[in-house]
Structures are given as structure tokens and as C-alpha cells.
């Protein structure tokens, strides 16, 4: 089992920026790949950004790429999301995600956490 808790959310103008964390606890996190989803009002569940256990590789929903970054420090067991130039559409909620195998597809996850409110006001 891994728990996640996502922190770093709130209310910030159009062109500011937030980093979210993602702290985890349980078995090795570091094993794991990760994953960044929001999920907007009235809105699927969407991609954000994933990485690979090691970090080798990321890869970025293209309405976040250039202002979106993702890391993870494994000796802390945390993933952040640095989030730059924030536009109103990136109002959601974000769940931070793990899981033993890389994928781009959140069906594919089993760990989530609770999720952390994003909102970016005009």
C-alpha cells in the first residue's frame, strides 16, 4: 500500500504560480512511477503530467507543457507540480497518483490522494 497526501493548493491570479506536493508514505515509493490528474467541475478526469520511478521520463498534457513541471524527490518521498503562468481553465482539483507501472492513463493507477482545490481566478 501507498498513501498519498497532495498539499499546496488555493487561490491564485491569472499568471501567478503554485507548486503542489505529494507526500507519500507506505511501501518503497521510489519503485513507483507518478502522476498528476485534475478533474474540473462538469469535467472528465484529465491528465497532467507523469514520471517515471527514476525520473528518465515525463511527459505532459499539451495544454500544460512549457508552464507545468513535474519532479520527485525519492529520499523525501515527494512529487511536486510547479505550475507557472496559471490560466482560469487550469481551475480544478489535483490528485496526485502512483503506481508500479508508467502510464499516461489513470485507470491504470492504484494509488490516489485526496486531491488538493486549485483555483485560478481571472
Known amino acids: 500500500q501507498v498513501q498519498l497526501v497532495e498539499s499546496g493548493g488555493g487561490l491564485v491570479q491569472a499568471g501567478g504560480s503554485l507548486r503542489l506536493s505529494c507526500a507519500a508514505s507506505?511501501?518503497?515509493?521510489?519503485?513507483?512511477?507518478v502522476a498528476w490528474f485534475r478533474q474540473a467541475p462538469g469535467k472528465e478526469r484529465e491528465l497532467v503530467a507523469t514520471m517515471t520511478w527514476n525520473g528518465g521520463m515525463t511527459n505532459y498534457a499539451d495544454s500544460v507543457k512549457g508552464r507545468f513541471t513535474i519532479s520527485r524527490d525519492n529520499a523525501k518521498n515527494t512529487v511536486y507540480l510547479e505550475m507557472n503562468s496559471l490560466k482560469p481553465e487550469d481551475t480544478a482539483v489535483y490528485y496526485c497518483?502512483?503506481?508500479?507501472?508508467?502510464?499516461?492513463?489513470?485507470?491504470?493507477?492504484?494509488?490516489w490522494g485526496q486531491g488538493t482545490q486549485v483555483t485560478v481566478s481571472s
Open positions: 497518483a502512483a503506481d508500479l507501472y508508467y502510464s499516461d492513463y489513470g485507470a491504470n493507477y492504484d494509488y
Open positions: 507506505g511501501r518503497t515509493f521510489s519503485n513507483y512511477a
